[in-house]
C-alpha cells in the first residue's frame, strides 16, 4: 500500500505489523564480527554471554540476538561500520577495529548460546537486547543490567525474583565475563519491555 | 496424528471471530500480531506469559537511540539480488521499492534495509530447507540498502516461490520477502515479511492470519505498480514501511 492511503486523520500512520524472523535469516542478518562491539584488542573488554530458553526450559538454537548501548563516555551516537564490507568481493570485511559502533548481532548456536565481547556503557549500566526467533511472532526487548545502580526506575518497581532476571552476573572463575539468560517463558521468565 | 489445514482454518477462524467482536465492542485495533498465537505452532513455548513492563523514557533512555549505519556497511551491488553470481537467476525478474517511514510520516534517512527470500521455486539457500525444490546456483536470496534522503529504497530480485512448512499437513506460505529495518531509535526496529497481491494461500496461512486486523494485513501487501515496471527486465511492486515505536526527537519535540 502507499503511505497516501494510509494516513489517518490524526496525522499519524498506522505501523507495518512484525512477522516472526523465521528458520532461514541465518544466511542473511549474522554477520561474522557481529559479537565483537569492542574495538579489537582493547584492556577494558568485557564479555557478556548466555542462553535463551523457551518455556520448557530447552535451549532455542535459532534465536537471533540484538545489543545496541551507550559508548564508555556515555554517548548514544553510535557509529557506521558494524557491517563493513568488502567493496571487491561484496563478502565481510569485518569491524576496522577502532570505532565502536555500540551494536551488535549474534545468533544463538546449536546449544542456545550466545556471547559478545563489548566496552561497559558509560551512563546508565545496561545492554539493549532485542530478541528476535523462529516461532516469535514480534521481537522482545529486554535489559542487561553489568550493574544495580541506585535510582532506576525500571529496577526498583519490579519484584525481586522479576528484577534478578535482569541482572548480568559477573562469573568469579571468568575474566571481565558476564552471564545473561533470557526465558521467553516460564518460572524464570525475563522481565520484557514495551516503550511508550 | 498430524493436524490438517482444517484444524487450523478452525481455529484462526475462532481468533479471527474473537477479535471482530472485541473491535466491534470499541477494542483498539491491533496493528501486531499477538505473540501468543496458537495456530502458528511454534509460538506456544516462545512467547511470554507475563504482560510487557512499560519503560517511560526521557531522552537519555538507550532505546531511544540507536544504531547508525553508513557507506562502508553496504556495497553498490548489495541491493541487486541477481547479480551476486557469474549467471542470472531463473524466475520472474522484480522491482521492489517503497519508502521507510516513521508513525509520523517522516522519512527515515540513511537507515538499513535488509531482505532475505526464497528462490523462485521456494527453496532458501539454508542447509535446514532440505524440500523438494531446486536451488538456484546464481541466487543466494540476501540484499541491502541504505535508504535515501526520502526514505526511499529499492531492490531488484527475483519473485520468491510458495513453499510448504511443517506447522501442520500440507502447509504452504505464501511467496514473500523477509525484510529487516531500522529506524532512528532502536524501539522502532522492525523485522516483517511483504507479501504479493492475491495470493491464493493468503486466506490459509497462520503466519500473515496471526495480524488478526485486516487493514493491518492488507498493509503487509505490497502493490503491483506498472510505473515502476521497466520494459523487457522486470515487474514493478511498491511496498511502503512504517515504524511504530517512540525515538528521543519526538520526546524533545514534547511529542
Not at chain 1, 512484525?18 to 561474522?32: E, N, Q, R
Not at chain 1, 558509560?122 to 542487561?144: E, I, Q, W
Not at chain 2, 541466487?139 to 531492490?155: E, H, I, K, N, Q
Request: aromatic letters at 10%.
Amino acid at each position: 500500500m502507499s503511505e497516501q492511503s494510509l494516513m489517518e486523520t490524526n496525522g499519524t500512520l498506522p505501523p507495518t505489523p512484525s512477522h516472526t524472523v523465521g528458520p532461514f535469516y541465518g544466511y542473511a542478518l549474522p554477520f561474522p564480527d557481529g559479537g565483537e562491539i569492542a574495538p579489537a584488542g582493547h584492556p577494558d573488554t568485557i564479555t557478556v554471554h548466555g542462553y535463551v530458553y523457551d518455556g520448557a526450559g530447552d535451549p532455542i538454537p535459532d534465536a537471533l540476538l540484538e545489543f545496541w548501548q551507550a559508548a564508555p563516555d556515555g554517548s548514544l551516537t553510535g557509529a557506521p561500520g558494524s557491517l563493513r564490507r568488502d567493496p571487491v568481493t561484496g563478502g565481510y570485511y569485518g569491524r576496522n577495529g577502532v570505532d565502536f559502533t555500540g551494536f551488535g548481532r549474534v545468533p544463538t548456536d546449536a546449544d542456545g548460546h550466545y556471547a559478545v565481547r563489548t566496552l561497559p556503557p558509560g551512563g546508565a549500566p545496561y545492554l539493549s537486547v532485542c530478541v528476535f526467533a523462529r516461532g516469535l511472532l514480534h521481537h522482545l526487548f529486554t535489559r542487561a543490567y553489568l550493574d544495580e545502580p541506585a535510582g532506576d526506575t525500571l529496577l526498583s518497581g519490579l519484584e525481586p525474583a522479576r528484577r534478578e532476571t535482569l541482572l548480568a552476573r559477573a562469573e568469579a572463575d571468568k575474566h571481565r565475563t558476564y552471564r545473561f539468560d533470557i526465558h521467553l517463558q516460564g518460572d524464570k521468565e525475563t522481565v520484557f519491555l514495551a516503550f511508550d | 496424528m498430524a493436524l490438517t489445514q482444517h484444524d487450523i482454518d478452525r481455529e484462526v477462524t475462532e481468533l479471527q471471530d474473537a477479535y471482530d467482536k472485541a473491535r466491534a465492542g470499541g477494542a483498539p485495533a491491533a496493528h501486531h500480531p499477538p505473540r501468543d498465537y496458537a495456530p502458528y505452532r511454534s509460538s506456544a513455548l516462545r512467547h511470554p506469559k507475563q504482560p510487557l513492563v512499560a519503560v517511560h523514557g526521557d531522552p537519555e533512555t538507550v532505546e531511544l537511540s540507536g544504531p547508525a549505519f553508513g557507506t562502508t556497511d553496504v556495497t553498490a551491488l548489495d541491493n541487486d539480488l541477481t547479480k551476486q553470481h557469474h549467471g542470472e537467476p531463473l524466475g520472474e525478474r522484480i522491482t521492489v521499492s517503497g519508502r521507510l517511514l516513521d508513525g509520523r510520516g517522516r522519512p527515515v534517512r540513511g537507515q538499513l534495509v535488509e531482505v532475505w527470500q526464497a528462490n523462485a521455486s521456494g527453496r532458501y539457500a539454508h542447509q535446514r530447507d532440505d524440500h523438494p525444490a531446486p536451488l538456484d546456483p546464481n541466487f543466494t536470496g540476501v540484499g541491502r540498502v541504505l535508504t535515501g534522503d526520502d526514505g526511499s529504497y529499492s531492490f531488484t530480485t527475483i519473485k520468491p516461490g510458495a513453499y510448504p512448512w511443517r506447522n501442520h499437513a500440507n502447509a504452504w506460505r505464501p511467496a514473500h520477502i523477509h525484510f529487516s529495518l531500522f529506524g532512528d531509535a532502536f524501539t522502532q526496529r522492525l523485522v516483517t515479511q511483504m507479501y504479493f497481491p492475491n495470493d491464493p494461500l493468503f486466506p490459509y496461512d497462520p503466519i500473515l492470519r496471526s495480524v488478526t486486523d485486516e487493514s493491518a494485513r492488507q498493509r503487509l501487501i505490497a502493490t503491483y505498480d506498472h510505473d515502476l515496471s521497466q520494459p523487457e527486465f522486470s515487474l514493478g511492486y511498491r511496498w511502503d514501511i512504517v515504524l511504530d515505536g517512540p525515538s528521543a526527537t519526538w520526546i524533545e519535540e514534547g511529542r
